[in-house]
């Protein structure tokens, strides 16, 4: 049973729940990554995009569809955790269809956030 256990602690590894903080502009990457499209629309809202499959006994058909209308404030603005529930569970980018909270937020590239939210003031400090 040990050596099976440890095999076992060298393959897995625990999984991580729960949201994190984003900005929009994180979103946006994040979602590019997963190969979704952004549309700006009117007020301040954005349409995402999807490639859709169809299969009928001899042809798979692909075409790209409307799946979800979010607000988008603004790029420098954070996501509330609430609509990043919302989001990943419409395009199915949650742990029930296989995309457990590291890997949606490892696709995005992350400054940490500190460093973004004093970047000005870091800027200045090094350049004395």
């Known amino acids: 049973m040990e050596a099976v256990a440890a095999w076992f602690r060298q393959r897995v590894e625990p999984i991580t729940r729960g949201e994190s903080q984003v900005t929009y502009r994180e979103l946006r990457q994040i979602l590019i990554s997963f190969k979704f499209r952004l549309e700006p629309l009117k007020n301040r809202k954005v349409a995402i995009y999807g490639l859709e499959t169809k299969r009928t006994l001899f042809v798979k058909k692909r075409r790209e569809k409307r799946l979800l209308v979010f607000n988008w404030p603004g790029d420098g603005r954070t996501v509330p955790i609430s609509q990043i529930k919302l989001l ?40 004395r």
């Open 88 to 127: 990943r569970q419409t395009l199915e980018l949650c742990e029930e269809h296989g995309v457990p909270s590291d890997v949606f937020y490892e696709k995005g590239v992350r400054i940490d956030r500190f460093i973004n939210d004093y970047r000005i003031v870091l800027r200045k400090l090094a350049s």
